[in-house]
Structures are given as C-alpha cells and as structure tokens.
C-alpha cells in the first residue's frame, strides 16, 4: 500500500460509510473518518471496517473540517473522497509517483444514462498537504500556499462516480452558506468562485428570479473566463424562461466582451431565442462551428454537443422539415442518452 492518507467527511452516513471505506481499503495506507455529529452509527460502522473516527464540532465550514483532518493524517500525502463518491481504479498509483508530483487529478463523473458517461471533468482528490489547504464555507477548493512554484500535477486513468444524495433541505443550507461564503472574500476573483456555485444552487432549487437578482446586484466582471461563462450561463436561462431577455441584450454583451470562452456564442443564442429566433440560430451555428475543448464537452456532453442541434430543430420546422430533419438526425447521432436519442429518432420519422 502506498503511503497516502484517505480522510473522509460524515455525517449520518450509516447506510454507505463502509461501501466508501472499502473502496479505499489497499490502495491507502489508512482510512481517516471526520464524524461532523452523527446520530446513528456511522462510527461504529466505519470502525468496523478499520477506519479511525475522530470528532468535529460542526461550525458552518466544510474548509474547516476538512483542513482539520490534516491534523489527524499521519502522511503527507491524502486522498478526500465525500460520502456520495464512488471510487473506480483502472491504474495504480506508484510510490515513485508521489516524488514527482504535487497533486493527481482524475475524472469525476456526475451524471451517466446506464453506461453512458454524461458529464465528467477533473478533479483532484490525491494531493500533498503541506502544499495545499482548503478554503470556502461550501462548495470548497483546494488552494496552494506558494503560488509562485510550478504545480506538478499528473491525471491518473481513475474514476470517481458522484452518487448525489442531496436533499432540499441541504440544498438550502448550502445555499445559505454560500451567501455567507460570498461577503467573506477578499477579491473579485474569490467572489466570483462563490457567485458561480451560488447561482448553481439556486438554479438546482429552480428559483430563476434569485439567479436574476443575485447576478445583477453581485457580478463582478473582471474575473476568470470559466466562472463567468458558467454565472452568465445559469443567468441568461433563467431570463430565457422568465421571459425576461428584452432589456439585457447589451448588458450581457458587456459582460462576455473580453472573454475568449467559447460558450459566448451560446449564451448569446439563449439570450435572443425567446426574441429574435433569426439572430439566435446565427449564434447556435456560430457555437457549433467553434473548436469545443474536450474538457468541456465532457462536463455537459447534452449541453454543448446536443442541445445547440435540437434548438436549430425546433427553429427550422415551420420554414423547412428536411432542415429540421437534419438538425434532429445530427443530435440522435450525437446524444449519449439512450431516451432522448428514440425519442429523436421518433420524431423524424413521423416527420
């Protein structure tokens, strides 16, 4: 076994701690459990398996419970895996690899239609800790303490596959804290991480009004390319369905003027499709004529890859079927969902 520490955070988690630990278990060194205030017997159960459980007084920061595992670790290297993860290894990982690098980051994969992998992108799970720290209320990053070394990172061929358990009552909470989260950063750049994950909670809450208010009263348009295209994503869906696009067309504009991303073109055709379908369907064919990073198209394989072909679709159907034909044919083809790729395949053919 590798000299790598695996620390895990729970709570009431009785029901998988062991499938977690066991996915674990000779691959590391030792297994770790941060037990935030259980009820049941989620530490009983995790000593069963070999872990050792340590106790945290929840105080509203996940940053802080998982910085105090490292206190409770005995290598420099750790492994953090949540609950609702799921972990596949298809390379091992050699001692060797742990002199050369800093951190390892594999493909964590969100969301699948049985074998279909729908979205995935990377993360890093493996890393050294006297090189990293955590920072955030929620949704968490790992930061490094000396930004002026090159970071030596390798992509392991593993995978992590997220089984989301999250409840309404948590997506709340979780939101509260990112609110709170927000007005403790220091820096634009750190807000707008913040903003990102706010206004994905919002969106998993399906409240479209918040998104709205929450952009336009906190968006802070200096910062990284990714996060804003993701914030100005969540938000002009939510104009398109409130049916609220007319007054934000030169706004959003001014947002996405000095950003590169790709997804400009995209978040542009969102924003005129409830208006001027015309203008939109230019911007659909702009986003599909665009070189889309791998990395992207595998975080929201439907989103990037197929949707653009189905609104085109819809447009086209009261000018010309064949066109619309087409446009639908092209996402059956592309679309990892074996549902929506018949129910495609339906629809041309009663054309």
């Not at 949704?139 to 930004?147: A, G, Q, V």
């Not at 070394?149 to 999250?166: A, I, Q, T």
Request: charged residues 25%.
């Amino acid at each position: 076994m590798l000299p790598i520490s695996c620390f895990i955070l729970a709570r009431n988690e009785g029901q998988g701690i062991q499938n977690i630990i066991n996915s674990v278990i000779g691959v590391v060194d030792e297994v770790i459990v941060i037990d935030t205030g259980s009820t049941d017997e989620t530490k009983a159960l995790a000593h069963q398996v070999g872990a050792l459980v340590f106790d945290f007084e929840w105080c509203d920061d996940f940053s802080a419970a998982r910085n105090f595992a490292y206190t409770k670790t005995k290598h420099n290297f750790v492994m953090f895996l949540d609950c609702d993860l799921e972990l596949r290894i298809k390379t091992p990982l050699s001692a060797s690899d742990l002199s050369l690098y800093d951190t390892f980051s594999v493909d964590l994969i969100n969301q699948w239609d049985g074998d279909k992998k729908l979205s995935s992108w990377p993360e890093n799970i493996v890393y050294d800790k006297t090189k990293y720290h955590w920072q955030g209320l929620v949704s968490e990053f790992l930061e490094r303490y000396n930004t002026k070394d090159v970071e030596r990172v390798k992509k392991l061929d593993w995978e992590v596959w997220h089984h989301s358990k999250e409840t309404k009552r948590k997506s709340n909470y979780y939101l509260s804290l990112l609110e709170k989260d927000y007005t403790l950063q220091d820096t634009g750049v750190a807000q707008a991480r913040v903003l990102m994950y706010w206004v994905q909670q919002l969106s998993d809450l399906g409240k479209l009004w918040d998104i709205i208010s929450t952009v336009d009263q906190n968006f802070v348009k200096n910062c990284a390319a990714d996060n804003k295209a993701n914030i100005l994503e969540y938000y002009v869906v939510a104009l398109m369905k409130e049916n609220k696009c007319i007054g934000h067309f030169e706004k959003v504009k001014d947002y996405l003027s000095d950003t590169k991303d790709v997804r400009k073109d995209l978040i542009m055709a969102d924003l005129y499709m409830g208006v001027e379908q015309s203008i939109a369907a230019q911007y659909y064919l702009a986003f599909l004529n665009c070189d889309v990073p791998s990395a992207l198209a595998e975080r929201n394989w439907e989103r990037y890859m197929v949707y653009p072909y189905i609104m085109l679709g819809n447009m086209s159907m009261p000018q010309d079927k064949e066109v619309a034909k087409n446009f639908f044919r092209l996402a059956a083809e592309k679309t990892r969902m074996k549902q929506k790729r018949d129910q495609l395949n339906n629809l041309i053919k009663n054309f």
